[in-house]
């Protein structure tokens, strides 16, 4: 968890400097990249009309719309709970942005009782995403939520 006590701090230092959610998700999508190990995908969807549009990521070129209910991302919206998955193949419905991505993990974004996006993360290893990553990038995320300005 110290990995992530230190990211939780960066991220607060990142939103003092610029609370915007443009920039402040692309930098913390960068800093997510560069801090852990065997990732291909590390960024953001965000809702927009009733469903999630690309957001700032690190990564390969990804899908830019996906519908509430639908692969990992979507499913996280509609339940509002996190979708760790250790093997996107054996997913229902999963959508392949990338057919390199092995285990992902989504956390909901939330404003005012909303969810407003998804943190998703990708990777090339089955069952990368542990009970210990989900705690400490739910950290992260509660850093997000008491940071962003959507405007």
């Known amino acids: 968890m110290e990995k992530y006590d230190l990211l939780a701090r960066q991220i607060r230092e990142l939103a003092q ?4 959610y443009v920039p402040f998700l692309s930098n913390v999508s960068a800093l997510l990249w560069d801090a852990l190990p065997d990732l291909n995908w590390a960024g953001f969807y ?10 700032p990521f690190q990564g390969k070129v990804a899908c830019i ?5 639908k692969g990992v991302c ?24 990338d057919s390199a991505s092995n285990s992902e993990i989504v956390l909901p974004i939330r404003q005012n009782g909303q969810v407003v996006g998804v943190l998703d993360m990708d990777s090339p290893l089955l069952d990368r995403f542990t009970e210990a990553d989900e ?10 939520e008491s940071a962003i300005v959507f405007e």
């Open 17 to 20: 400097e610029e609370p915007w």
């Open 46 to 55: 965000l809702m927009r009309d009733g469903h999630l549009v690309l957001g």
């Open 65 to 69: 719309h996906i519908a509430v209910g």
């Open 74 to 97: 979507g499913t996280a919206v509609a339940e509002d709970r996190v979708q760790r998955v250790p093997d996107v193949h054996q997913f229902p419905g999963h959508i392949a942005c």
């Open 135 to 144: 705690k400490g990038l739910a950290q992260i995320v509660e850093e997000i």
